[in-house]
T-cell receptor, first 111, second 111 residues
Framework: DVKVTQSSRYLVKRTGEKVFLECVQDMDHENMFWYRQDPGLGLRLIYFSYDVKMKEKGDIPEGYSVSREKKERFSLILESASTNQTSMYLC??????????FGPGTRLTVT | RKEVEQDPGPFNVPEGATVAFNCTYSNSASQSFFWYRQDCRKEPKLLMSVYSSGNEDGRFTAQLNRASQYISLLIRDSKLSDSATYLCVVNMPDSWGKLQFGAGTQVVVTP
C-alpha cells in the first residue's frame, strides 16, 4: 500500500511565524503535490513537484514556497504565516497514472 | 464560474435506498474523470474512475455525459458506511496531469 505521511495532524502558529509542513511518501513516486482544503472551495493546488529540486506553481502559490531535496520528501513553507492561511493542508503523491494518494492532512490554525 | 461544480447536499438517504447526484465541469476538452470519497476528518481516496461508456463497481455506478458536461454517481442499497463526502475530480486538458476537485457532495445514510 502507498503510504503518505505528514509531520503533524494539528498545528497552531502565530501570525508572522515561519511554518514548515513536511510530507513523506514511501512508494518512490515522482510527483508530489500540496493542496489546501477549505469549506465550500474544495481542494486547491498550491505547488507541485515532478522531480527532485523541481517545482511548479499551482493555482494559489502566493504566501507559500516549497522544497524537494529528496524524492520521498516534499516540504511546504509558509514564510510569514497569516490568519487567512488557516486551513487543512493535504499532501499527495502519484506515479505515472492520474490517481493521487493523499496524506492524512495537517489542520493549521494561525492566530 | 467554478471549473467543477457539485451540489453540496447533504443528501439524507435511508439505509437501503438509492441516491444519485451529479457534478458539472466547464472545460469541454477534459478527458479523465473520477469520484473520490472523503470521510469526515480523513483524506480523500479514489472511489472509481469514470469511463465514457459508464461503469459499475459493486453498488456504485458512474456515468459520463460529455454533451451536457456532467458526470454522475449512483449508490444502490445504501449502507451506513457510505456516509461521506463524494468529490468529483476532473483532469485538466493540456496539463501535466493536474486534477481539478469539486467541493464535494455530502451523503448521510440514516438507519
Amino acid at each position: 500500500d502507498v503510504k503518505v505521511t505528514q509531520s503533524s495532524r494539528y498545528l497552531v502558529k502565530r501570525t508572522g511565524e515561519k511554518v514548515f509542513l513536511e510530507c513523506v511518501q514511501d512508494m518512490d513516486h515522482e510527483n508530489m503535490f500540496w493542496y489546501r482544503q477549505d469549506p465550500g472551495l474544495g481542494l486547491r493546488l498550491i505547488y507541485f513537484s515532478y522531480d527532485v529540486k523541481m517545482k511548479e506553481k499551482g493555482d494559489i502559490p502566493e504566501g507559500y514556497s516549497v522544497s524537494r531535496e529528496k524524492k520521498e520528501r516534499f516540504s511546504l513553507i509558509l514564510e510569514s504565516a497569516s490568519t487567512n492561511q488557516t486551513s487543512m493542508y493535504l499532501c499527495a503523491s502519484r506515479d505515472r497514472g492520474l490517481e493521487q494518494y493523499f496524506g492524512p492532512g495537517t489542520r493549521l490554525t494561525v492566530t | 464560474r467554478k471549473e467543477v461544480e457539485q451540489d453540496p447536499g447533504p443528501f439524507n438517504v435511508p439505509e437501503g435506498a438509492t441516491v444519485a447526484f451529479n457534478c458539472t465541469y466547464s472545460n469541454s476538452a477534459s478527458q479523465s474523470f473520477f469520484w473520490y470519497r472523503q470521510d469526515c476528518r480523513k483524506e480523500p481516496k479514489l472511489l472509481m474512475s469514470v469511463y465514457s461508456s459508464g461503469n459499475e463497481d459493486g453498488r456504485f455506478t458512474a456515468q459520463l455525459n460529455r454533451a451536457s458536461q456532467y458526470i454522475s454517481l449512483l449508490i444502490r442499497d445504501s449502507k451506513l458506511s457510505d456516509s461521506a463526502t463524494y468529490l468529483c475530480v476532473v483532469n485538466m486538458p493540456d496539463s501535466w496531469g493536474k486534477l481539478q476537485f469539486g467541493a464535494g457532495t455530502q451523503v448521510v445514510v440514516t438507519p
